[in-house]
């Protein structure tokens, strides 16, 4: 195992974290949309993730074994539960019955979201920076 792979894990996951807060400002964005290119309300859209493994060859028994190395975002998908139509037949986009679809973005679920990203961004930080230490302590070791 490298030394630096704990710092490319945390990396992996300041990276997802990042995606995931910049997928819910979009989503925040666009909670009041109610017409889209695609037509219809502002579909809410999550981030899904994986971890990620390579194959790596065991220095001590020669087998391939997989290791993770972070984690890795698969897909980001449109979450399509919770749409609402609302009988509004003033409203330009309403369909031919009056009624008008909704966006499926719930505020108080995004600034949830938003949180627990945030704090998982600031525990891969804190990470990060104790990996760094440990690696400064082992040159300091090594050169005394």
Same mark, same amino acid.
Request: charged share 25%; glycine share 6%.
């Given at each position: 195992?490298?030394?630096?792979?704990?710092?490319?894990?945390?990396?992996?996951?300041?990276?997802?974290?990042?995606?995931?807060?910049?997928?819910?400002?979009?989503?925040?964005?666009?909670?009041?949309?109610?017409?889209?290119?695609?037509?219809?309300?502002?579909?809410?859209?999550?981030?899904?993730?994986?971890?990620?493994?390579?194959?790596?060859?065991?220095?001590? %028994?020669?087998?391939?074994?997989? @290791?993770?190395?972070?984690? #890795? =975002?698969? +897909? !980001?998908?449109? $979450?399509?539960?919770?749409?609402?139509?609302?009988?509004?037949?003033?409203?330009?986009?309403?369909?031919?019955?009056?009624?008008?679809?909704?966006?499926?973005?719930?505020?108080?679920?995004?600034?949830?979201?938003?949180?627990?990203?945030?704090?998982?961004?600031?525990?891969?930080? %804190?990470?990060?920076?104790?990996? @760094?230490?440990?690696?400064? #302590? =082992?040159? +300091? !070791?090594?050169? $005394?």
């Amino acid at each position: 195992m490298s030394i630096f792979n704990s710092l490319h894990i945390n990396a992996s996951g300041l990276g997802l974290e990042r995606l995931k807060l910049d997928t819910i400002s979009t989503n925040i964005a666009n909670i009041n949309t109610t017409r889209t290119e695609d037509g219809g309300a502002y579909i809410k859209k999550e981030v899904l993730f994986e971890e990620s493994l390579k194959h790596v060859k065991s220095s001590l %028994t020669g087998n391939v074994e997989k @290791k993770s190395f972070g984690v #890795k =975002a698969t +897909e !980001i998908a449109e $979450n399509e539960d919770g749409i609402v139509m609302e009988y509004n037949p003033t409203h330009p986009d309403a369909d031919e019955n009056g009624y008008l679809q909704l966006s499926n973005v719930n505020m108080a679920d995004e600034m949830i979201d938003m949180i627990t990203a945030q704090r998982s961004y600031d525990a891969n930080v %804190t990470a990060m920076n104790a990996s @760094k230490e440990m690696l400064k #302590k =082992a040159l +300091e !070791i090594r050169t $005394n």
